[in-house]
């Protein structure tokens, strides 16, 4: 497909995808703020060509719409991956004819892997810097209350100090100052895990941070891929050829030959620094942290480098269209890797972590709860905070109908798991504490037990000052704020014990139930703001060992005191744009 950025540049001048803005344009808020509006309305990819204060321009918006990642990879990836998968079972054992079948899909799998190329060959190595000032790119201030510019699409590769195996992982970078920045490795990331281990040996670890190059590079970085698969061989593979890489006597990795930029530099063992705040994709601050550093000896770029950049926020921004495509292509996968898990999806409203489904495969009493525990075992699914199960066939995608179908087979006695003492995304808060917080699981299995109210005709609550349905079962409840009322949900529960809610199985304290109604704004609203150990409420009781639940139950879904603030544009650099607009010539 595509072999570096400029290429799938050329092909989205030719479907009119992209816009190339000649206005002068600040990288600090107002970049951020175009491409936000420009993303809103699922617009083109935005090349901006004069930046403020760098020579290098900016491409911003590339995977914005599902279109375009198309355009980005094509349909060769999917088609593939269904057709092994679909092969697996006449494949074992390997017959000679049956291979035969399957020799165009197979062929192109022998195609993946890498290449070293000459160095007249690597466009990455056009121009070497080795007194590196990274002041000079246009690094992005996305949202007022940053702790600085940050590298917003880094491509930060590693390998194990001891196997050599490598990593390439998408690893926020915070400019420090010419020749250092922040590297937010968080846990569960195969880049932290290498550094671990160089710690553990007391050893700095060599890290390069690539910039633009393939697409596929970009979507690699980003796939949660089984830690089996390595990120450069997936590339080579949605690329549909090998990847070039070059040798340089600076540093111990070979680069990608095609990128634009490759930054070189060590990450050095048992030191830390302030990291954050930083706008992220749950539509929060990250708030400031110590984490490892880098420092930088050499930067190499092309000669008409361009800087790729994205911006992150609350929902539906550029990532959710390239988590969407990631999920379509692995998604087939998931049943070879988990048996009994016959599809499964995160939902990219909720920051992917915060909460996944499944539908599995339920032969005898409780085999779904086996399947729950193969799913928070597997890579980043281990970060899952609620997951919902059932063996009911559906899409998946289709959220408001999935909890209509488990609410429907929901019996919360036996039905809801809440694992405490659990490690959490490193970006969600709720925990209270910094990588840590609690799990849940709900079931909805077999046929429907209950049928379930559409309507609600009951009379107000104390405390409460709207009730409306989100789908048939799950009642949304707005409320004071936390600050106010931090008690009102035992209150609440007290109140959903009466005839009027019964029929209820689920009912959920919101902040904001205009924006709760729309199924993007229930997602990110309600699962990034609760921890399950905190925030769910129901009548208990106590049987030997086990803790049983009776519904209703009760979600507490309110900002909590603790919690960083939603990310807000800032107000005068709302009114540049405004008044600039017709500059920019998007629309």
């Not at 996305?142 to 390998?159: A, H, K, N, Q, R």
Request: aromatic share 10%.
């Amino acid at each position: 497909m595509h072999t570096n950025l400029r290429h799938f540049i050329e092909t989205l001048r030719r479907e009119k995808q992209i816009v190339e803005i000649e206005a002068e344009v600040d990288p600090y808020l107002e970049l951020a703020e175009v491409h936000r509006r420009v993303i809103e309305d699922e617009g083109p990819a935005l090349l901006f060509k004069r930046v403020k204060g760098s020579d290098f321009p900016v491409i911003t918006n590339l995977f914005g719409t599902r279109r375009r990642v198309d355009l980005a990879i094509g349909p060769k990836p999917e088609e593939t991956v269904k057709r092994a998968v679909s092969a697996l079972h006449r494949l074992l054992p390997p017959k000679p004819s049956v291979l035969w079948q399957e020799k165009d899909w197979m062929m192109s799998l022998a195609k993946s892997g890498l290449r070293v190329v000459h160095e007249k060959y690597a466009p990455v190595l056009e121009i070497q810097e080795r007194s590196v000032d990274l002041t000079r790119l246009p690094v992005l201030t996305s949202w007022p209350e940053d702790g600085g510019p940050f590298v917003t699409l880094p491509l930060v590769y590693t390998e194990h100090p001891v196997t050599g195996e490598h990593n390439l992982g998408m690893y926020r970078i915070q400019i420090y100052g010419q020749n250092q920045t922040g590297i937010h490795w968080q846990i569960h990331k195969g880049g932290g895990f290498h550094y671990y281990e160089a710690e553990r040996l007391g050893q700095d670890l060599p890290t390069t941070l690539f910039l633009g190059g393939p697409p596929a590079l970009i979507l690699s970085a980003i796939a949660p891929l089984p830690e089996m698969l390595p990120e450069l061989i997936f590339t080579s593979f949605l690329m549909g050829e090998k990847l070039p890489r070059v040798k340089v006597s600076t540093h111990p990795h070979a680069l990608i030959a095609e990128a634009e930029f490759a930054i070189c530099g060590n990450v050095p063992a048992h030191v830390r620094k302030p990291e954050g705040p930083f706008g992220d994709h749950y539509g929060y601050y990250s708030l400031t942290h110590d984490f490892p550093f880098f420092n930088v000896h050499t930067v190499y770029h092309r000669r008409d480098a361009i800087y790729p950049a994205t911006v992150v926020g609350k929902p539906r921004q550029e990532d959710y269209f390239i988590g969407e495509y990631l999920q379509s292509l692995l998604s087939p996968m998931f049943p070879v890797v988990m048996t009994g898990v016959k599809a499964l999806w995160t939902y990219a409203e909720t920051g992917f972590h915060a909460l996944a489904a499944a539908i599995v495969r339920e032969s005898y009493h409780r085999e779904a709860l086996a399947h729950a525990f193969r799913i928070l075992g597997e890579g980043q699914l281990t970060l899952t905070k609620f997951l919902i199960l059932t063996d009911a066939q559906l899409d998946l995608q289709d959220f408001r109908t999935l909890l209509e179908t488990v609410l429907a087979r929901f019996e919360p006695e036996s039905n809801l798991i809440i694992l405490n003492e659990t490690s959490m995304d490193t970006l969600d808060y709720t925990g209270r504490r910094l990588n840590h917080g609690s799990k849940a699981i709900m079931l909805g299995l077999g046929s429907a037990k209950r049928e379930l109210p559409h309507h609600f005709e009951g009379s107000k609550l104390p405390g409460i000052k709207g009730i409306k349905p989100f789908c048939a079962g799950c009642l949304l409840l707005e409320a004071n704020s936390f600050d106010e009322a931090p008690e009102l949900a035992k209150d609440v529960l007290q109140n959903l014990q009466t005839d009027t809610f019964q029929e209820w199985p689920l009912a959920i304290l919101v902040d904001d139930l205009t924006l709760a109604l729309d199924s993007t704004g229930f997602l990110w609203q309600v699962f990034t703001r609760f921890d399950p150990a905190y925030d769910i409420y129901a009548k208990t009781e106590l049987r030997l060992h086990r803790l049983v639940y009776h519904g209703p139950i009760l979600i507490d879904a309110r900002m909590k005191p603790g919690y960083p603030g939603e990310v807000i544009p800032d107000e005068a650099t709302v009114q540049l744009v405004d008044r600039r607009w017709k500059e920019y010539g998007v629309s």
